[in-house]
């Protein structure tokens, strides 16, 4: 949709983007850090699911909403979580570089993820998993970048991204590493859209004949 901000028309997006991974691995704080440029020691775990919004001014013609989804850790295989994932396009794995266990369990996530949502054309979400704590010592094979630049290869992930909630490291990179990946989808599904209506036209206007060239009354 377009809505008009000062003397011009901006195209806005909503977008629903997941946070999700094991208990502990500081989605909250990443959401706080992210919208609010707040961090603090003494989150309380998240129960269910919370919400928080960023705008994003992203060029002159584009405003970008975030509605980014903190859902608890120990929902993994919750029957909740198919409600919480529906309509998402974007998604955070997020693990502790501290503790190994919080890596292990990230396939797991996106097996639950990649099983319970999916795009307009039946593709996986874009995910981008997250590395977070980088400012405290490093555990697995995140202290290898060419292992894990192949752990994201082999499972589907758009891409790694060391993060601290803490310190401010890569967010925001993060962030728009993501909201890249999902306009590029938009275009391509308001591109099919439009090859879609084309093809509709060219038909239509065989007089309801019947008659197309080429694959196009195949399509429709």
């Known amino acids: ?21 094991e208990l502990g691995t500081g989605k909250t704080s990443i959401i706080k850090r992210y919208v609010h440029q707040f961090f603090s020691q003494h989150y309380r775990a998240t129960i269910g699911v919370d919400f928080d ?7 002159a013609d584009t405003l970008i909403r975030l ?22 396009v974007g ?30 054309d039946g593709s996986p979400i874009p995910c981008v998993l997250l590395a977070n704590k980088c400012d405290q010592s490093k555990e697995g ?19 790694w991204y060391e993060t601290s909630a803490k310190e401010n490291v890569n967010i925001d990179e993060a962030a728009r590493c993501l909201v890249t990946k999902m306009l590029e989808n938009d275009r391509k599904l ?21 008659k197309s060239s080429g694959s196009k009354f195949a399509c429709c």
């Open 53 to 59: 919004l960023k705008v994003i001014n992203w060029d």
């Open 141 to 159: 094979i995140v202290t290898n970048q060419s292992q894990m630049e192949e752990y994201c290869r082999d499972r589907g992930f758009v891409t």
């Open 1 to 21: 949709m377009a809505a008009t901000t000062g003397g011009g028309e901006k195209r806005e997006h909503l977008y629903k983007v997941l946070v999700i991974g």
């Open 190 to 210: 308001n591109l099919g859209h439009e090859d879609k209506d084309k093809d509709i036209v060219a038909i239509d206007n065989q007089g309801g004949s019947g």
């Open 91 to 120: 998604c955070f794995i997020v693990f502790d570089v501290t503790r190994v266990s919080t890596f292990e369990a990230v396939q797991k996530w996106k097996n639950d993820l990649d099983s319970k949502v999916q795009l307009p």
């Open 67 to 88: 509605q980014l989804w903190d859902i608890a850790g120990q929902e993994r295989f919750g029957n909740m979580t198919r409600v919480y994932y529906k309509e998402a």
